[in-house]
Structures are given as structure tokens and as C-alpha cells.
């Protein structure tokens, strides 16, 4: 099974700044990794997919790059929704549910 | 708009069992797979199983395979989880979620997800 392997764990950042979330996969996983932001008690919500594709409604300051085993969340200017923890899953390999990351934890600096 | 919301989550003794519900809408349900995804209380999310568009297909992950059934009534816009011989490390809160997949590859990420219900096994 893939294992998926977030850093950092938690990411201060001052809101207008830009934060750089990483995440690397322990084998290939081609293009085939998503991202989830999650804030308290809500549900996961879809950011982007395909490593850089964003999901329907998914403002222009998130972005996703890279292919194989590393891979970027950048968001380029934080605004205060932004405050979340952030998940990567690969689906390029079983279990068909693919793999999660442990999540990054975005927080007010 | 589209809505999952998962219910029958409660308090159960190890060993015992629960049913879990997710009411879908404002979506075509039989055009997609559906999955549930867990996350124990302060940890991350694990996939726990999923099921195709007509019910043909399920999956499993190993650490629920043979304990927990998944299923759907397409003419309720219904998914289901029977959990079977519960244990305490199945305690979390149980996510219903829309899957997609590029192509044919039978492996998804998932593009809505319900707010959850609890599952807590305790004695």
C-alpha cells in the first residue's frame, strides 16, 4: 500500500502571505492525486484533482503541482476561510479508496 | 445542489452491530460509485469501502473485510454500511462520499462528502 507523507505537520502563516504544502507518495502515483480541506466539524471538501485540476467553485489562489511522488498546495495569498487542515490522497493505486495523507494543519501566525 | 447526509451512528457495545444510512440528492445517484470514509476522532481519513454505480462491485478495506457490507437502493438514492462484529478501533466519524475515477481505473477520489455520523464502540 502507498504511503502518503505530509509536511510540515502544522504551517503558521499571517493572512495575505503565501503558504507551500508538500506531499509526497512512497511510490509513483503518475497524476493521480487529490486534495481536501477540511475546517472544524464540516466535511472534506474537494480542492483540486489530477494533481493540478481545480474542483468546481475552487478559487484561483489554490493550485496543485507535480507528478510521480512529490507534489505542491500552494495558496498564494491566505485568506482568513483559508485557516483548515489539508489532506492529499493518491488514487492510483489499491485499496480502490485509494491512500490519505496524515494532513497539514494551516493556522494563524 | 448536492447533499449527502449520513445518519444512524450511535453508541454500540464491542462486538455488536449498526446501520448506517446517507440520503443522497441533487444528483443523478445511479450515474456514480459511492464510498464511505472514516476518521477516528482527531486523526486523518481512511477509506473504508465503496460500491459502483448499480451495486456490482464493492471493495473493501482490510481492516473492515469481512466485518462490514455495503450496499445501495438506487430507487431510494440510498447507500448503506451493515458494521458487523464492532471494535473499538472502528470508533470515528463515518463520511459518505461521491467517488470518481479517471478512465476505467476502478480507483477513486471523491468529489462530495455528507458531514458525517458518529460510530463509537465501547463497553
Known amino acids: 500500500e502507498i504511503v502518503m507523507t505530509q509536511s510540515p505537520a502544522t504551517l503558521s502563516v499571517s493572512p495575505g502571505e503565501r503558504a507551500t504544502l508538500s506531499c509526497r507518495a512512497s511510490q509513483s502515483v503518475s497524476s493521480n492525486l487529490a486534495w481536501y480541506q477540511q475546517k472544524p466539524g464540516q466535511a472534506p471538501r474537494l480542492l483540486i484533482y489530477g494533481a493540478s485540476t481545480r474542483a468546481t467553485g475552487i478559487p484561483a489562489r489554490f493550485s496543485g503541482s507535480g507528478s510521480g511522488t512529490e507534489f505542491t498546495l500552494t495558496i498564494s495569498s491566505l485568506q482568513s476561510e483559508d485557516f483548515a487542515v489539508y489532506y492529499c490522497q493518491q488514487y492510483n493505486n489499491w485499496p480502490p479508496g485509494g491512500t490519505f495523507g496524515g494532513g497539514t494543519k494551516v493556522e494563524i501566525k | 445542489e448536492v447533499q449527502l447526509v449520513e445518519s444512524g451512528g450511535g453508541v454500540v457495545r464491542p462486538g455488536g452491530s449498526l446501520r448506517l444510512s446517507c440520503a443522497a440528492s441533487?444528483?443523478?445517484?445511479?450515474?456514480?460509485?459511492m464510498s464511505w470514509v472514516r476518521q477516528a476522532p482527531g486523526k486523518g481519513l481512511e477509506w473504508v469501502s465503496g460500491?459502483?454505480?448499480?451495486?456490482?462491485?464493492?471493495g473493501y478495506a482490510d481492516s473492515v473485510k469481512g466485518r462490514f457490507t455495503i450496499s445501495r437502493d438506487n430507487a431510494k438514492n440510498s447507500l448503506y454500511l451493515q458494521m458487523n462484529s464492532l471494535r473499538a478501533e472502528d470508533t470515528a466519524l463515518y463520511h459518505c462520499a461521491r467517488a470518481r475515477s479517471p478512465g476505467s481505473s476502478g480507483i477513486y477520489y471523491f468529489d462530495y462528502w455528507g458531514q458525517g455520523t458518529l460510530v463509537t464502540v465501547s463497553s
Open positions: 441533487g444528483f443523478t445517484f445511479d450515474d456514480y460509485g
Open positions: 460500491i459502483n454505480w448499480n451495486g456490482g462491485s464493492t
